[in-house]
């Protein structure tokens, strides 16, 4: 059993140990539930690892040129949990010439290769009707409403609002996937930032594992969770001199892995809980919950799969996908991983990573090396608490397994061995140097609670004085304004008893550091019912802690541990509006979100 405390008693000292009066504890969904499938009753290292880099997994450009695709949103069904299950209704990404698939199909692009995607709603059925939402919907959330009718009686029936965003790009305003640029089928309904026109990805950034997913605001979870995920990843010179050099596994020895967390009903279908037990019955059902976390693990779409390979370094390209679930992966056999990039390209040097550690939204590169183990299973294994870092164990039989790897291939001698280098990137050291910034940001992270009692994760400044003090919602006024071109440092004070992987929209950061703090809580009374913090009185304490060796690539998602202060520095490249928030989904759609602008 979990603990949740709260931080809404006036003048509060918060610090590392958190020891703090308020608490409450959280139940397990699972136990609510009694139509669900039994994990433990699932086959596991049956179903064969899709790779979503393999070539027929890719997608193809709809233009001779090869620079426009036509991509549409859709429902399908395919099978998740394996032989003698039936398959699953999901959604996806597809088109005319290639199939709907979860997750969706994976982009593959050069470097300063623009490309400009047309991304199409047909969340419809075969009338062209809107479907309802595969999960019941929380309408009291501020959300990405169609109908504009607040609180609605009974179940949501639909349209589906949606919005790609491609989580890592440096990309234009217009084409980021904002939140409120949400779109219904046949466009009949949209959001404030609509954009009708076909998004534009200038690829103008280094070699790295960028991933695509849903954001419409107040149903992202609800959509990624349906299947709208999938791999965009970014190749360059740099790169193909590392493979070139075979300094790097290519080919079918480089594997993309998304890996997720379900649960599934007794009818093999995807399953959201939409109830918290511990509050009263006359809180909204549905109800946005904490946090979500399922007992059954899927890699590419695949409930513990397992991978044939050779006795060999392979290279891996992992995304933590889930709702809630931190991972902290680690293989058996004495094997570990060797890290070799981080969110948006390579470090300087290869890292060996016993105990690979990824919150939500995070990526990490690495080289598994098979050689020597002809015979032998690998599995991959995960050991991270929920909530993180302090939270319940893992289930040994269920959640502490992810997939395994099956070294039965002979070494295919025609395709010669890698090395890995000493240098991984052309140019070492700080790519965003703090050095060159012009003004030092103090943000929080808190939680709080909304006006039916709920848990509400919120961000918001840190201020001695001013209306926009503490922490603040979805519309309140825009706090944070960085010049074009300029670098910031941006120091995040984490209220919270969780980690939280907060995410930039638009830039590649660099990690500085880490520093333990405490300070005095004041409640906020704020709109809409909510009430919130103010934190004042910041004391810092021990010493400041350097990035993790792993952490000093390219960055766009970060974890901030509670009782910390963690201090990132950003250049901001491209004018206009975007967003940085947690990558806890449940924590985005419940207000842990806020615009930013980039002026001139």
Request: net charge negative; glycine share 8%.
């Amino acid at each position: 059993m979990t603990s949740r405390r709260s931080f809404i008693k006036s003048s509060t000292a918060i610090g590392a140990s958190m020891l703090l009066p308020g608490m409450r504890t959280r139940k397990s969904w699972a136990h609510t539930i009694p139509s669900l499938i039994d994990a433990r009753s699932i086959p596991k290292y049956v179903n064969a690892l899709p790779n979503p880099l393999d070539p027929s997994f890719i997608f193809n450009p709809t233009t001779p040129a090869g620079t426009h695709y036509e991509i549409a949103i859709a429902q399908t069904q395919q099978n998740i949990l394996g032989p003698g299950f039936p398959d699953t209704t999901v959604w996806g990404y597809g088109n005319a010439l290639q199939s709907t698939t979860y997750p969706g199909r994976s982009f593959v692009v050069r470097r300063d290769q623009q490309i400009n995607v047309h991304w199409k709603n047909e969340l419809v059925d075969g009338q062209g009707n809107a479907l309802p939402h595969l999960f019941p919907v929380d309408s009291t959330l501020h959300w990405a409403d169609p109908l504009q009718a607040g609180r609605i009686e009974g179940p949501y029936l639909g349209p589906v609002p949606v919005v790609s965003h491609v989580h890592g790009g440096n990309t234009p305003a217009d084409s980021d996937g904002h939140p409120d640029a949400w779109f219904t089928p046949h466009n009949t309904h949209v959001g404030r930032l609509f954009n009708p026109h076909p998004f534009t990805y200038p690829n103008d950034q280094e070699a790295g594992t960028v991933w695509y997913h849903d954001h419409a605001l107040g149903i992202t979870r609800l959509n990624v969770y349906a299947g709208l995920a999938g791999f965009y990843i970014i190749r360059d010179e740099n790169e193909d001199k590392l493979t070139a050099d075979r300094n790097l596994p290519t080919g079918p020895y480089e594997i993309a892995l998304a890996i997720q967390d379900r649960m599934f009903t007794a009818a093999g279908q995807l399953f959201y809980p939409t109830s918290d037990p511990e509050l009263p019955p006359e809180v909204p059902n549905p109800s946005v919950l904490p946090e979500f976390f399922g007992q059954v693990m899927l890699v590419n779409g695949k409930a513990w799969p397992v991978l044939d390979v050779e006795p060999r370094q392979y290279r891996f390209r992992i995304v933590n996908g889930c709702d809630s679930r931190f991972l902290a992966l680690m293989l058996t056999s004495d094997q570990t991983f060797v890290q070799i990039g981080t969110d948006l390209g390579f470090l300087d040097a290869p890292v060996k990573v016993p105990r690979l550690l990824l919150g939500t939204g995070e990526r990490a590169d690495v080289v598994v090396d098979f050689h020597g183990l002809h015979g032998k299973t690998i599995f991959m294994r995960n050991d991270a608490k929920t909530p993180f870092p302090d939270g319940d164990p893992v289930d040994p039989h269920t959640t502490g397994q992810v997939m395994a790897f099956r070294v039965s291939k002979h070494h295919n001698h025609s395709i010669p061995l890698t090395k890995l280098p000493d240098d991984l990137r052309p140019v070492s050291g700080p790519f965003t140097g703090p050095g060159s910034a012009v003004k030092t940001r103090r943000l929080l992270l808190f939680e709080g609670l909304d006006k039916f009692g709920r848990l509400q994760t919120m961000l918001g400044t840190v201020r001695h004085n001013g209306p926009n003090n503490g922490t603040l919602l979805w519309d309140d006024p825009i706090t944070e304004q960085p010049r074009l071109g300029d670098v910031e440092v941006w120091e995040v004070y984490n209220t919270t008893v969780d980690a939280h992987p907060i995410h930039l929209h638009l830039v590649a950061f660099q990690v500085l550091d880490r520093q333990r703090f405490r300070g005095m809580i004041d409640a906020k009374a704020m709109a809409e019912g909510s009430t919130g913090g103010i934190l004042s009185d910041i004391r810092l304490r021990g010493a400041v802690r350097p990035p993790e060796p792993n952490e000093t690539g390219p960055k766009d998602t970060v974890l901030m541990y509670p009782g910390h202060v963690t201090r990132i520095a950003a250049k901001f490249t491209r004018e206009g509006e975007y967003v940085w928030h947690c990558h806890i989904l449940s924590h985005e759609d419940h207000e842990m979100m806020r615009p930013y602008q980039v002026v001139i």
